[in-house]
């Protein structure tokens, strides 16, 4: 069975702090892709990156990093800088025939 | 671009009571899913639908019915409503197995 774990239930940072985000999976398939999802206050869900089994490069985006080890089975987010606007609770999920996703992280970034 | 629609955005049921939330995506997808979402739970799936005609069951189906008649229209029915069914309804669709799925903004249900 698939299962996502996100242990960081909640974090609070200072504004300009950098915070990682754990996720770690389980998967006995060979091909799997990982996902991370921010969900702001306002509620919808934004899709943020998509990531497969067979690339374990690491992918930057501006302030948002992604950190994919295969030998840890974890997909870990790291943002740089911390902004206000970052708070939101972050999902990282697994797909099959759906998406798996974990319980979620809030983050509150505080000025 | 409309995306995932959902209708209703809110909704106050008695328990007992019997709806249907739509969803609506203008994509093409093939793949269409429901989760509900609870304090503490993340989301979790209801029912999926792998193509018109077709429905299966999630990880969390009781209480709840689904039908895909149309490629673009997901229903989820809730027949007698239960108070344990407040919750925040999703849905989402995507093109294939291995996509990003698109999510409609969400219903808010609750059951007294």
């Known amino acids: 069975a698939q299962k996502v774990t996100q242990a960081q239930t909640e974090i609070s940072v200072v504004e300009k702090e950098d915070v990682t985000l754990d996720c770690v999976y389980e998967t006995r398939d060979t091909t799997y892709y990982l996902f991370w999802y921010k969900q702001p206050p306002s509620g919808e869900l934004v899709f943020l990156i998509r990531?497969?089994?067979?690339?374990?490069q690491n992918e930057i985006s501006g302030r948002y990093s992604w950190n994919f080890q295969k030998s840890t089975s974890s997909f870990n987010f790291t943002i740089t800088a911390s902004q206000v606007v970052d708070s939101a609770v972050y999902f990282c999920?697994?797909?099959?025939?759906?998406?798996?996703f974990g319980k979620g992280t809030s983050l509150l970034v505080t000025p | 671009n409309a995306g995932v629609t959902q209708t209703p955005k809110f909704r106050v049921l008695k328990t007992g009571q019997s709806m249907t939330l739509l969803c609506a995506q203008d994509m093409n997808h093939e793949y269409m899913y429901w989760y509900r979402q609870d304090p503490g739970m993340g989301l979790r799936l209801i029912h999926y639908?792998?193509?018109?005609?077709?429905?299966a069951k999630g990880e969390v189906p009781d209480g709840y019915n689904v039908s895909r008649l149309k490629k673009q229209n997901f229903l989820l029915g809730l027949e007698s409503a239960a108070p344990s069914q407040t919750s925040v309804y999703f849905c989402?669709?995507?093109?294939?197995?291995?996509?990003?799925?698109?999510f409609g903004d969400g219903t808010r249900l609750s059951i007294l």
């Open positions: 639908s792998v193509g018109e005609g077709t429905t």
């Open positions: 999920a697994l797909s099959d025939h759906a998406l798996n």
């Open positions: 989402a669709s995507r093109t294939g197995v291995y996509q990003p799925q698109h």
């Open positions: 990531r497969n089994s067979f690339d374990e």
